[in-house]
């Protein structure tokens, strides 16, 4: 055989090894959105170190039994006043899952999130003060 034949055979050779190497059922490395969906599925509640603030004010007494659940493009509040409606749906804003954009326009801002506790931020432009005071809002939740 002559040398360009062995190149050859040992390129197409090495395809083979290559496409057989390949498993199509290899498990897909799961999003950002993905891993930070699962800490943020379920109930969240106002717990002993929980906390509803509106420009650094604790206003949490205003809120007493409230509560934010997530479920996959859904939510739903109990107590919230209208800082929340009582159901929606939710989506991400981008692919890095810092932010949520939620159905009544609300975008809210994930400032720490583990399996227990839950930090997120947004910004209310109006509403009396039943509706809940307007400023910038900082909830600390737990599960």
């Known amino acids: 055989m002559k040398k ?3 190149i050859t055979i040992l390129i197409i050779l090495g395809l083979i090894l290559l496409a057989f190497s390949c498993n199509p059922d290899d498990p897909i490395e799961p999003s950002l959105q993905d ?3 699962e800490n943020l599925a379920g109930e969240w509640a106002l717990g002993q170190f929980s906390s509803i603030k509106v420009d650094g004010a ?3 007494a205003n809120y007493p039994g409230f509560s934010l659940s997530f479920a996959e493009g859904t939510y739903t509040t109990t107590n919230a006043g209208n800082l929340f409606s ?3 749906t939710w ?5 890095d899952a810092t932010q949520v954009n939620l159905d009544d326009g609300k975008v809210i801002s994930i400032q720490s999130l583990t399996t227990s506790k839950f930090v997120f931020s947004f ?3 109006d509403g009396p003060v039943r509706a ?3 400023g910038s ?4 939740v737990e599960k």
């Open 35 to 37: 891993l930070t969906y």
């Open 58 to 60: 604790d206003v949490s």
């Open 132 to 134: 809940g005071l307007a």
């Open 4 to 6: 360009r034949e062995i």
């Open 91 to 95: 989506e991400w804003t981008d692919t």
């Open 123 to 125: 910004i209310k432009l």
């Open 86 to 88: 009582p159901n929606g």
């Open 137 to 140: 809002y900082t909830i600390t």
